[in-house]
């Protein structure tokens, strides 16, 4: 992502580091929730909207 | 307001349509929940955030331009939803560490568990529109073209609300700047709008849902 231009001094190491391990724990935290099993009143959510729009559709 | 106009509208048959757009629905909802909790910090109100970008989306469908990134649409809409009801009804309340800590349920094998609830604090102390761009570009990987058109902003601009929300983040993180209080909504306030959007939506929804 960012390209290493000015010599490497430890500060710089240091920030680059914190920067990659902050960026890697903000991408943790969305996946996280991405890959949690969908909670069942989202089906619900719309199974409601598709008999809203379609009532011959109706579950049996 | 929702995003792209309806002008180049597909002469598919509705029906048809409509059950793709459903199907597609469904298997963005995970990233709707994850963008809805990383944009709120919260656990509860985040799936209704959700949930109301369903809603939201399938009333304005025909809107929606097939062949488009659908993903940026939802996300654009939920956006929306976020900023119009924290306007109007999450109020200011004392932060609540356990609560902060549950945030977000991630497994114990992911190394520095503690480390990600930090973040996920600090993230919320974040001004809005560093967090949002953050979230979009850092986390869940819009380029900063898709990212400007969801904000509704300037390129240029959402970079440099992403590199200054990194830095903002760091010090945070480092201790500079103190996590601030956060805010939550009110027990069930947008599980009602909901229900009553539903309502709207199914005039013989029962009251089957409610607790």
Known sequence: MSKDKAPITDKARYARLRREAIGQGLRRLYDGVVHEPVPDEFMDLLKKIDESTDPERAPS | ?211
Not at chain 2, 114 to 132: C, M, Y
Not at chain 2, 182 to 202: C, F, T, Y
Request: glycine letters at 6%.
């Open chain 2, 1 to 211: 307001m929702m995003g792209r106009s309806a002008m180049d509208r597909p002469t598919q048959s509705t029906g048809n349509s409509d059950d793709t757009f459903k199907a597609e629905l469904l298997t963005l909802v995970p990233y709707l929940r994850a963008f809805a909790r990383s944009l709120s910090g919260r656990h509860e109100g985040a799936d209704d955030l959700a949930q109301e970008t369903l809603v939201k989306a399938w009333q304005s469908r025909s809107s929606y331009l097939p062949g488009t990134n659908l993903k940026a649409w939802l996300f654009t809409i939920l956006r929306n939803q976020f900023y119009s009801e924290r306007r109007r009804a999450w109020r200011q309340e004392p932060w609540d560490s356990e609560k902060a800590a549950n945030l977000h349920s991630y497994s114990e094998s992911q190394t520095a568990a503690a480390d990600l609830s930090d973040i996920a604090r600090a993230l919320q102390a974040l001004p809005n529109e560093q967090r949002e761009a953050l979230i979009l570009v850092g986390a869940g990987g819009f380029a900063y073209e898709e990212a400007a058109k969801i904000i509704n902003c300037a390129v240029g601009t959402v970079k440099s609300r992403v590199a200054r929300g990194r830095r903002a983040l760091m010090a945070i993180l480092d201790g500079d700047e103190q996590l601030p209080m956060s805010d939550r909504p009110p027990e069930g306030e947008a599980a009602r709008e909901i229900l009553s959007q539903l309502d709207r939506l199914v005039p013989h929804h029962g009251g089957d849902k409610r607790r």
